[in-house]
């Protein structure tokens, strides 16, 4: 097939607000992926506002100058939902005549919103690659036989509605694909199988990002890239979205296409820092002996960062100190918490104290950096709980991320607390682990808010280990907990200006640039 170059395709990822216990920015894996399957059909451009200092003027300029005919947008945080909404608002503005599909785990759970809302025409639920594609070829042939796409085309909404996997405005002569009206009904397509063979999909396209731009410098600077080799987890944690979005289920790509994807960033691009996003690098043992083979085979010295469970450590404690030697630096650790009610309430499984109390020591007998995830501020919760969280973990942990209960929009535990009417925070740009949702045990909301913040601050700034690892040898460690430590600092400072509030708000980044654009 010939490139289509009159038909242009933007792809979209918003800019990134605070990430809380996250310092940087990567390239989306879902645009790189999305970009593979596309730019070889049509002309392709990736815009990644995280790494723009200027966010919304390059938006505007972009939009201006490119004239996209399809523009696809992912929403994977939360937290960045006033982002992402500014994005769609802002390309309603300046580029009406562009079709916009949204992507990732958000827009598949919140598809019937954002479509009678008007902000996207087509949501695209599940696995993206292939729906993306089928969407583009369908609207660039229709565009090559109309000259000029309308949303309301029927030949084009009716070979749209052969589609498995999206979302769009029910099928009605003079309807559009999507409106301002919230009584139309949404025709949802039969959902999309997902890709059983991981290795078919080609890399991503990573020579349309700013690759020089990446930056993550608590682990290394630019030279850091984020990775990922499996879609999925097949545990049922009631808290998880990667666990939810793949129907707890996990394909992974194979060890040499692991390798292959590594060795690529690493000699072209220049990566030698990894932070792997696999929610459980470790759940499958037998790969993992293949991942280091072939690590070991490729030559490449580098040093990556892990995330497992407790279960999955304990399976791979005779392979840890072969990682180790071979780069393995840190293992993020999701332990949540050491009671068996609360974990019982987030659907742990079998996991319980002396697991956890397992698994933290073969991390620590290994010498790896270890970050236990926490969470705290379900119904069983009081501030000794919370007390008590933090010195369990501190007796093995070199960083504890000491995460609010979030009930996540399309989570089964987001469902049993709104069926229970306790969810108490609608803006879903507060739901980043940092902020209260709703209140812990019986407390009410501001105790709730006043507890998490005062023993957290306690617990960072009255701890030995925290003024010893700021001077580590360690530059991993160092980094770290230096970022750890002024984002508390950071943290009680706006909680002291904000005292006694409990109407919380985010301001988007660049608000000011963006409310010019739009008020100009």
């Known amino acids: 097939m010939n490139k289509n170059s009159n038909f242009k395709i933007l792809l979209l990822d918003a800019p990134e607000n605070d990430m809380g216990w996250f310092n940087g920015n990567v390239a989306s894996p879902a645009l790189g992926y999305i970009a593979a399957y596309v730019k070889n059909d049509f002309d392709v451009k990736i815009l990644d506002l995280h790494v723009e200092d200027h966010p919304w003027l390059t938006l505007k300029q972009t939009l201006l100058d490119f004239k ?12 960045h939902h006033s ?21 990732g785990y958000l827009f598949g759970v919140l598809y019937e919103k954002y479509i009678k809302s008007g902000l996207i025409d087509i949501a695209v639920i599940g696995e993206g690659e292939l729906t993306f594609k089928y969407i583009a070829a369908t609207l660039a042939e229709r565009k090559k036989n109309s000259t000029v796409l309308s949303r309301y085309d029927q030949p084009l909404r009716e070979s749209l509605k052969q589609i498995e996997g999206l979302a769009m405005a029910k099928i ?47 682990y290394g600077g630019r030279e850091t890239f984020g990775a990922m080799f499996s879609r999925g987890c097949a545990n049922r944690c009631s808290f998880c979205t990667e666990s939810a979005a793949w129907n707890h289920t996990v394909r992974r790509h194979s060890p040499e296409y692991a390798i292959k994807y590594l060795k690529l960033l690493y000699e072209v691009y220049g990566k030698k820092t990894f932070v792997f996003g696999d929610t459980d690098f470790l759940s499958k043992r037998e790969w993992v002996k293949g991942f280091i083979d072939n ?3 490729s030559g490449m010295k580098i040093n990556f960062f892990i995330q497992a469970c407790c279960t999955s450590v304990i399976k791979c ?20 918490s050491p009671f068996g009610d609360v974990l019982k309430l987030l659907n742990k499984g079998m996991q319980n104290r002396n697991i956890i109390l397992r698994a933290m020591d073969i991390v620590k007998r290994n010498d790896v950096l270890l970050l236990i995830m926490m969470i705290w501020g379900t119904e069983h919760d009081t501030e000794e709980s919370l007390i008590q969280e933090l010195k369990f973990f ?66 960072f700034n009255a701890n030995w280990k925290t003024y010893r690892s700021l001077f580590s040898k360690n530059k991993f460690l160092k980094r770290i907990q230096w970022f750890y430590f002024q984002m508390m600092w950071n943290s009680f400072y706006k909680d ?25």
Request: proline letters at 7%.
């Open 68 to 79: 996209p005919d399809l523009i696809g947008i992912t929403f994977v945080h939360t937290c």
């Open 83 to 103: 982002e992402v909404n500014s994005c769609l608002r802002m390309i309603k503005k300046i580029s009406p005549a562009s079709i916009v599909a949204g992507g």
């Open 172 to 218: 009605e002569v003079g309807t559009p694909l999507a409106g301002f009206d919230s009584n139309f009904e949404v025709y949802k397509s039969p959902p999309r199988k997902f890709i059983e063979n991981l290795d078919s999909i080609p890399f991503p396209a990573f020579e349309l990002f700013p690759m020089d731009r990446y930056n993550l410098p608590i």
């Open 295 to 297: 690590l070991k085979a």
């Open 317 to 336: 404690a005779d392979l840890l100190p072969e990682l180790k030697r071979l780069g393995l630096f840190k293992i993020m650790l999701g332990a949540e």
């Open 394 to 459: 501190s007796r093995y942990a070199d960083f504890i991320s000491p995460g609010m209960l979030t009930p996540y929009p399309g989570t089964s535990l987001y469902e049993r607390l709104k069926d229970k009417d306790l969810i108490m925070v609608d803006d879903l740009s507060m739901y980043d682990q940092l902020h209260v949702i709703m209140p812990a045990g019986k407390m009410s909301y501001l105790e709730t808010v006043t507890t998490y913040r005062k023993n957290l601050f306690l617990h």
């Open 496 to 520: 002291v200006l904000a005292f006694g509030q409990t109407n919380f708000k985010k301001h988007i980044i660049h608000e000011k640039e963006y409310d010019g654009i739009m008020n100009g």
